[in-house]
């Protein structure tokens, strides 16, 4: 008889999923998409985004997982005050109309439990459209300073501005249409 419920439990043990996926809050503090592009062929200029919120949900030994990201676009910083109200105007990220920039994964790509690539959905000034994040860095631990488990990388892309509609200055390069996407991820397990 005690064979029998032995049997029965372990039975019942192996039949329930077991599931690896860990959830993270991205840290607004250490998490500031930045873009570089170029000025009129003379230099690359820089800005960043400082608000936005997140989660990233990991399954390394499966190789699954999900982004989900939203951008405040009003948090937009070029470091000069009379570019960022232009930046935040019709003719760039038309902030009052579109307040929010998102990024959703569709598939992430693992080297053995390492995150290498993220290829998801950009949504900006209400289009969407496909990016592929290429992921460096990935390495997860517990935090030195508060002992909390987290995880981080450095996703970068290359995008076309013009591809979302923002075709202002193109003609001279002012600024140019190719825009390097720069996001360092640091998040918290929940």
Sequence with gaps: ????????????????PATAS??????SVHS???????HIGYSSQ?????KLTGKVTLDRAARKGTVDIAIDASSIRTFDARLDNTVKGENFFNVEKYPTITFKSSSLTFDNDRLIGVDGELTM??????????????NCGENPFNKRPMCGADATAIIKRSEWGMKAGLAAGAP???????????????
């Excluded at 008889?1 to 329930?16: E, I, K, S």
């Excluded at 820089?46 to 400082?50: A, E, K, L, T």
């Excluded at 000034?125 to 990935?138: A, H, I, W, Y």
């Design 176 to 190: 140019a249409d190719e825009v390097k996407l720069l996001i360092p991820i640091e998040a918290y397990k929940e």
């Design 1 to 16: 008889m005690r064979v029998c419920t032995l049997v029965a439990g372990l039975a019942a043990f192996v039949a329930v």
């Design 46 to 50: 820089r800005g960043n985004f400082g």
């Design 32 to 38: 500031q998409p930045a873009f570089e592009v170029r």
């Design 125 to 138: 000034l209400g289009v969407t459209r496909p990016v592929s994040l290429k992921v460096e860095n990935f």
């Design 22 to 27: 860990d959830s993270y809050v991205l840290d």
